[in-house]
T-cell receptor, first 114, second 110 residues
């Protein structure tokens, strides 16, 4: 199993450009999430999905779109990149067993917006 | 709203015990978690504790939960240089969502 994969690993964008961060998992997990990690602020939830076709907003959704057409894939779209979106982005998938929600994280995408 | 706080930095010597603290605000949290992030990598689940437990031991790791004070701690016995990482506590809230703390960077010196 590859687990959770993310592409690209690094990306530099200019202000106003759009792009899609890819995330895929091969563990057949129902739940998937996108987080951003900024220094001193921990991880903040951007969007999440509880199954194919179902998505919802997290703590910091503005400027990002998601869709979940399959169980495996959960892409994150930046509509018009801004310098405030410079961050490290993590995708996670999870399952719940006995009430315990164990999240499996991808290696991250480091994004710089100039 | 939910808020999870941790101190930002902890430095210990190899062989000492490390104690990383966390406070949370949501009293309805069912499980609380500790994750570890090594440099350049994503987070990995270390351990978790159910909210009706006071303590959980898992090899070198001991988790203590004071539900009245909403305080969670992670003790690492015999800390090794390989334990150097960022440690995040997290609480489960609502429908399968986790709220993470700011992370504590643990530095272990030889």
């Amino acid at each position: 199993n590859a687990g959770v994969t993310q592409t690209p690993k690094f990306q530099v964008l200019k202000t106003g450009q759009s792009m899609t961060l890819q995330c895929a998992q091969d563990m057949n997990h129902e739940y998937m999430s996108w987080y951003r990690q900024d220094p001193g602020m921990g991880l903040r939830l951007i969007h999440y999905s509880v199954g194919a076709g179902i998505t919802d907003q997290g703590e910091v959704p503005n400027g990002y779109n998601v869709s979940r057409s399959t169980t495996e894939d959960f892409p994150l779209r930046l509509l018009s990149a801004a310098p405030s979106q410079t961050s490290v982005y993590f995708c996670a998938s999870s399952y719940v067993r006995g009430g315990v929600n164990e999240q499996f994280f991808g290696p991250g995408t480091r994004l710089t917006v100039l | 709203g939910e808020d999870v706080e941790q101190s930002l930095f902890l430095s210990v010597r190899e062989g000492d015990s490390s104690v990383i603290n966390c406070t949370y605000t949501d009293s309805s949290s069912t499980y609380l978690y500790w994750y570890k992030q090594e440099p350049g990598a994503g987070l990995q689940l270390l351990t978790y504790i159910f909210s009706n437990m006071d303590m959980k031991q898992d090899q070198r790791l001991t988790v203590l939960l004071n539900k009245k004070d909403k305080h969670l701690s992670l003790r690492i016995a015999d800390t090794q240089t390989g334990d150097s990482a960022i440690y995040f506590c997290a609480e489960s809230t609502g429908f399968q969502k986790l709220v993470f703390g700011t992370g504590t960077r643990l530095l272990v010196s030889p």
